[in-house]
């Protein structure tokens, strides 16, 4: 199987991290709910990793670094933890569902939404948010990275516009946690969203948030903690605050594994590497008949993700000839992204998108772009 849906989770990881999850799962307890070695062990590891996120992504408490099961339930906790009815919320039409359907949600509770418009190439001008701002805005929501298109968002430049105006920042960083340097303080980053399990290369049901110190967030779960227990409210000190429950514990050591991985190998050759497959398959398929990409390409710096379609070939379709006929496996259909697919005008059809990982090689790569030129001449 050549595998191109990296953008959905990494399939292929460290062995490393393949390995701590398993001595993990061999040796670790339950952190924070006893004092011997299986337990303190586990609290070490969690903590250990809570310590190197922070640090990898430019923060300053390892306190204020939350983990969660995906960035999913990050945005959630993040997105109906700051929010209140009478508030304001500017969000755009790059956003997975992960940020649209709670602010939905929020909205019916009384929140005001005004989503940033893209032209149809997936673009957004930084004015417009400077446009919606009003007495009553609260906060940006913004994605750093589109999973539809690969555009990038000038997330420095969207946090200086928050931090002029006093706003929360909120960071969707699903599709570049672990590919693209993040630093929350340069990035005037409130809160920090990320999942485990696509570019930082750990396990599924991994992620978390970075929140800056002073700002307050409702949690979403209260329960057991391994403190406090005679306490009728949970604990309202962070990181235990926004973490009830027993935490993903051997996936978290496979998530330290992974960001030990990519420290080690280094970010920008990780990157560079998932951009040259993806600047390859993209020069490859760009100019065949029939074939239509979509997102911006003009510039150097975007996710390793290219989206097409082969006429009016339903993307569906097109994803099962690649799969049965090339054992290539992608990601067709809408991919949780609506307002991104009315901007394209793909509704109907949805796209085929191809994402890629350091560990593609040029042979996978040479496949998949003879594959779509032998599917769009079938479909002349």
Known sequence: MIYLDNAATTMQKPEEVIQAVV??????????????????????????????????????????????????????????????????????????????????????????????????????????????????TKAIVCTHGSNLTGNLVDIERVGEIAARHGLLFVVDASQTAGVFPI???????????????????????????YVREGVRVRPLKSGGSGVQTYSRTHPSQMPTALEAGTMNGHGIAGLHAAVEYIERTGIDKIRRREQECMWNFYHGVKDIPGITVYGDFSGGERCPIVSLNIGDYDSSEVGDELLTEYGISTRPGAHCAPLMHQALGTVEQGAVRFSFSHYTTDEEVETAIRAIRELAQDEE
């Not at 956003?95 to 673009?123: A, F, Q, W």
């Not at 630093?183 to 409130?190: P, R, S, T, Y």
């Open 183 to 209: 630093d929350v303080e340069k990035m005037h980053i409130d809160i920090l969203c990320f999942t485990g399990h696509k570019g930082l290369l750990g396990p599924q049901g991994t992620g978390g948030m």
């Open 23 to 136: 001595t993990a799962m061999q040796s670790m307890g339950n952190a924070g709910r006893g004092a011997h070695a299986a337990s303190l062990e586990a609290s070490r590891t969690i903590y250990d990793t809570r310590e190197k996120l922070c640090h990898f992504f430019g923060g300053k408490d390892p306190r204020q670094l939350v983990f969660t099961s995906n960035s999913t339930e990050s945005l959630n906790i993040a997105i109906k933890g700051v929010l209140n009815p009478g508030d304001h919320v500017i969000t755009t039409m790059l956003e997975h569902n992960s940020v649209l359907r709670p602010l939905y949600e929020m909205e019916e509770r009384g929140v005001r939404l005004t989503i940033v418009e893209s032209d149809k190439k997936g673009c957004i001008e930084y004015e417009d948010f400077e446009k919606a701002i009003c007495p009553e």
